[in-house]
C-alpha cells in the first residue's frame, strides 16, 4: 500500500487558524475528541476514525483511488492496481468505496472495504458503467450508463443485483448524486434543450418520478451535489465566463456563486458535516483536488499532486 507524506509544518497553521470550520479537515480524534496532527500517517489515513476524502490521481503513472486525511497531510493508494480506477464515492456509514474500473477490459462500478481490500466488480455490461452514488442506507447505489443507448441513470443493489433505469428519456441524465435523506437523486441532464451540449439541473424522486428542473440557463450547469439538510445542492456553472461553483436552493430560487477564484472548478461535494465542500480546481493544465467553506471562503489545495487529481468524495468515519 503506496502512503503519501506531507511536512505538516505548512499545513497546520492554515487549519488551525480557522479551526472552527476546519475542524473536520482536521480530522478529530473520536476517542480523545482532540485535533490530532501527528502520529503514523497510514495509520492516521486507514482509521475507521476519520473522515478522508477519495479521489483518482495519476501520479503513479495510471489512475489509481487514494485515500486522504481533509487537510492533504498523509494519503494512501487504495486500489494499487495497473489499470484506470476512477470516479471514487464513499459510503454513508464510512465502511465502503465504490469505484469504477477498466481492470476487467470494460468500464464497470467495483466496490472494496475501507482500507482497499476485497476489489469486487458489481456491474458486467459492455457499456459504460459511471459515477457511482450510494443510498442513504448503503443498500443501494445510482450509476449512470449508456446501455440503452444514450446515457440514463440506473439504481442497483449494492451487491450489482436488480439493475433498474429510472431516467428513462432520450436525452443525455448523468452524474446521479443520492439525497442524505434517500428519497431523491440530483442529476445533470439536456432532457429540455437536446439540440444543446450544455445541462441543467434536476432531481427527481429516488424511483425516477417527479423529476423536476431547478436551473434553466444558457450556461452549462452540472455536478451537483446535496447540502446535508437538503436545503440546497451545489454545482458548477459557466454562466459567469470560467467555471464556478454555484448553489441553488431545492425549489430552483437563490442561485448564487459561491466561489470565483482563478481556474475552473469542478465537481463539488458536500461533506456530511456540513461546514466543508471538496472539489477540483482546474488551473494552467492542472488539476487539484481543494475544499473550501460552503460560503467560499478558506479555499485550501489538499492533493498538490504533480499530474492530475481529480473527482473527490468523502468518505466518513466509520458509525460506532
Known amino acids: 500500500m503506496t502512503l503519501l ?8 497553521p492554515i487549519i488551525w487558524s480557522i479551526a472552527a470550520v476546519f475542524a473536520l479537515a482536521a480530522c478529530t ?14 495509520a492516521e489515513v486507514l482509521s475507521p476514525g476519520r473522515t478522508l476524502v477519495v479521489f483518482q490521481t495519476y501520479r503513479d503513472g495510471n489512475g489509481e483511488i487514494y485515500a486522504s486525511l481533509a487537510d492533504g497531510y498523509a494519503m494512501v493508494n487504495l486500489t494499487n492496481h495497473d489499470s484506470l480506477d476512477y470516479h471514487p464515492v464513499g459510503s454513508n456509514d464510512g465502511t465502503k468505496v465504490a469505484f469504477v474500473s477498466g481492470r476487467d477490459g470494460d468500464h464497470e462500478i467495483y466496490i472494496m472495504n475501507r482500507d482497499g481490500s476485497d476489489q469486487r ?3 458486467s455490461n459492455p457499456a459504460m458503467d459511471i459515477d457511482p452514488s450510494f443510498s442513504a442506507d448503503d443498500r443501494h447505489i445510482a450509476f449512470d450508463s449508456d446501455r ?6 440506473y439504481t442497483m443493489g449494492v451487491d450489482g443485483s436488480e439493475v433498474a433505469n429510472i431516467s428513462n428519456n432520450p436525452a443525455t441524465d448523468s452524474h446521479p448524486f443520492w439525497s442524505p435523506g434517500g428519497d431523491r437523486i440530483a442529476f445533470y441532464s439536456n432532457r429540455d434543450r437536446s439540440e444543446s451540449d450544455s445541462m441543467d439541473i434536476y432531481i427527481m424522486n429516488a424511483n425516477g418520478s417527479n423529476v423536476i428542473r431547478l436551473t434553466d440557463d444558457e450556461a452549462d450547469d452540472r455536478y451537483p451535489s446535496w447540502s ?3 436545503s440546497m445542492l451545489v454545482f458548477t456553472s459557466d454562466r459567469g465566463g470560467e467555471t464556478d461553483l454555484y448553489t ?6 437563490g442561485v448564487t456563486r459561491i466561489l ?3 481556474g475552473d472548478d469542478l465537481a463539488p461535494a458536500w461533506s456530511p458535516q456540513e461546514s466543508l465542500i471538496t472539489y477540483v480546481k482546474r488551473l494552467d493544465g492542472d488539476m487539484d483536488v481543494y475544499i473550501v467553506r460552503p460560503d467560499g471562503t478558506g479555499e485550501l489545495n489538499i492533493s498538490n499532486g504533480p499530474t492530475s487529481d481529480s473527482n473527490p468524495r468523502w468518505l466518513p468515519a466509520v458509525q460506532q
Not at 506531507?6 to 499545513?11: C, F, L, S
Not at 440503452?148 to 441513470?153: A, L, Q, T, Y
Open 29 to 42: 480524534d473520536k476517542q480523545s475528541g482532540e485535533m490530532s496532527a501527528s502520529g503514523s500517517g497510514e
Open 260 to 262: 470565483a477564484s482563478a
Open 5 to 12: 507524506r506531507k511536512n505538516r509544518t505548512n499545513v497546520v
Open 228 to 230: 446535508p439538510d437538503e
Open 121 to 123: 466488480r458489481l456491474t
Open 248 to 253: 441553488v436552493n431545492v425549489d430552483g430560487t
Open 148 to 153: 440503452s443507448g444514450n446515457v440514463e441513470i
